[in-house]
């Protein structure tokens, strides 16, 4: 890998590790009367870079990139000196089962009659 193509990788790692960090994955905490949560969302994240020199005709370029998607899955509560763990529901997540299990439903209906 020449240097300019190193130097974009080497961007695109540091743009990736400043973006996922604790901060990303638990959000700050929220507190009301006695109660603290602790937001939390699971963070996927990539990125590349990379750069070439054409010989024939004397160009070069390099380039990168990063992506980072992040969904909240729960939160931590904390009440009273316990903590407990309470997951968050996706809507989609809850339709897909529903549809699922209902065409589950039908088919053994179907299958006893």
Do not use: C
Not at 23 to 40: E, F, H, K, N
Not at 77 to 90: F, L, N, T, Y
Not at 100 to 112: F, Y
Request: charged share 15%; hydrophobic share 45%; glycine share 16%.
């Amino acid at each position: 890998m020449d240097n300019k193509a190193g130097n974009v990788v080497t961007s695109v790692i540091d743009r990736l590790q400043n973006l996922v960090t604790a901060v990303t994955v638990y959000a700050d905490p929220i507190q009301r009367d006695d109660v603290t949560v602790i937001p939390a969302s699971m963070v996927f994240a990539g990125g590349g870079g990379g750069g070439g020199d054409d010989a024939k005709s004397g160009g070069s370029g390099e380039g990168g990139g990063v992506g980072v998607i992040a969904r909240p899955v729960g939160a931590y509560v904390i009440k009273a000196g316990h903590v407990s763990w309470k997951p968050a529901i996706s809507p989609g997540v809850v339709v897909l089962i529903v549809l699922l299990g209902t065409r589950v439903i039908r088919r053994v209906i179907r299958s006893l009659n």
